[in-house]
């Protein structure tokens, strides 16, 4: 699977790989980016061979800083420019893989890049990186569920201050509030990231699948609910093994 101008897309040894491939903007995210992940994303759903996705930025400065501002200027209205980033809901597609997803992280992870790591399972992020969400103090609101996804990772309190007072937090900050699940050096971040990569890999597939079900259905769920829910699951998953 290539042909891609945005992406960087492989798989090997059932680990596929998706580059944000925008260097030059820092891997601001355009319409074609956009629809391009859509297009590794469904591939990599459907694709039994692929256990697990890495999630990367190329380049040296940054994972992603959000939307192509430049892009997104030129539409008829910030309303109709929304409206065409849902019509192919990239980030509702991220939390429809049964498989699990690990982000990479350095550099610059501004906005929607951040939204973007929130829609994967596990991030480990470089000691170079640095977090904010921009969009309020730029005239609009997160689009990419950061409104939802935040607050639930790091609390109430702490995503406040990113999204309204566009607070920056370093590497160090993120993992103490429970935003990313491990800091590194720069220069073993991917050697990390594969390792984990490799273990998710090694999972049967049933039951990674069966535990992002649990949790992602569970949470809204009163405890009796999703209690039920486990075990319903857990059940399934024996008898499927």
Not at 79 to 104: C, H, M, N, T, Y
Not at 204 to 215: C, G, H, I, S
Request: net charge negative.
């Amino acid at each position: 699977m290539g042909g891609f101008e945005t992406i960087i897309y492989s798989k090997e040894d059932g680990i596929a790989q998706m580059s944000l491939n925008r260097p030059r903007v820092m891997n601001a995210h355009n319409m074609q980016m956009r629809d391009e992940m859509y297009q590794v994303l469904e591939a990599v759903r459907d694709d039994p061979e692929v256990r697990c996705l890495v999630l990367r930025g190329e380049g040296e400065r940054a994972f992603c800083t959000g939307a192509d501002l430049t892009e997104f200027g030129t539409a008829p209205s910030r309303v109709i420019a929304r409206q065409v980033r849902w019509e192919r809901d990239v980030w509702g597609l991220f939390l429809s893989i049964d498989k699990p997803i690990v982000a990479a992280l350095h550099g610059y992870v501004l906005g929607s890049g951040v939204e973007m790591a929130l829609l994967c399972d596990l991030r480990i992020a470089s000691e170079d990186a640095v977090f904010g969400m921009p969009e309020v103090a730029l005239g609009m609101l997160p689009a990419a569920g950061g409104t939802q996804t935040l607050p639930r990772m790091v609390g109430i309190p702490g995503a406040l201050d990113m999204l309204l007072r566009n607070e920056r937090i370093d590497a160090a900050t993120a993992f103490e509030c429970g935003l990313v699940h491990k800091v590194v050096s720069g220069d073993i971040l991917m050697k990390e990231v594969f390792s984990l990569a490799g273990q998710l890999a090694a999972c049967p597939p049933r039951l990674t699948k069966a535990v992002k079900e649990a949790m992602r259905r569970g949470l809204d769920l009163p405890l009796a609910q999703a209690l039920e829910l486990e075990l319903n699951l857990a059940a399934r998953a024996v008898s499927t093994g």
